[in-house]
């Protein structure tokens, strides 16, 4: 089995920063492609963005510039630098992770989710 535990969100001002951290343990081989999504109240839940195992990005335009993933593959960890929030980006944020596992098969892994919430 392997777990996600995402960490991170809270209550920012507009303007504002937060990191989210996503850390994947368990029965893991290697981790291959790793992402951030999100979903508002009443929304489908949509890409933010992803992160290949070369370091590879991809934003949702509507978060360019704003927001940074990142990976450390030692730790089997994805983060999400936030900065310049706005009320729009209120949300909960999942992290996903797409892992070989130890019996070499290959499936998606979610986090629980974390809320974001942008407000003055």
């Known amino acids: 089995q392997v777990q996600l535990v995402e960490s991170g969100g809270g209550l920012v001002q507009p303007g504002g920063s937060l990191r989210l951290s996503c850390a994947a343990s368990?029965?893991?081989?290697?981790?291959?492609?790793m992402g951030w999504y999100r979903q508002a109240p009443g929304k489908q839940r949509r890409l933010v963005a992803t992160i290949t195992t070369g370091g590879s990005t991809n934003y949702a335009d509507s978060v360019k510039g704003r927001f940074t993933i990142s990976r450390d593959n030692a730790k089997n960890t994805v983060y999400l630098q936030m900065n310049s929030l706005k009320p729009e980006d209120t949300a909960v944020y999942f992290c996903?992770?797409?892992?070989?596992?130890?019996?070499?098969?290959?499936?998606?892994?979610w986090g629980q989710g974390t809320q974001v919430t942008v407000s003055s």
């Open positions: 368990g029965s893991i081989f290697r981790v291959n492609a």
């Open positions: 996903k992770q797409v892992v070989t596992t130890t019996t070499l098969n290959l499936r998606d892994y």
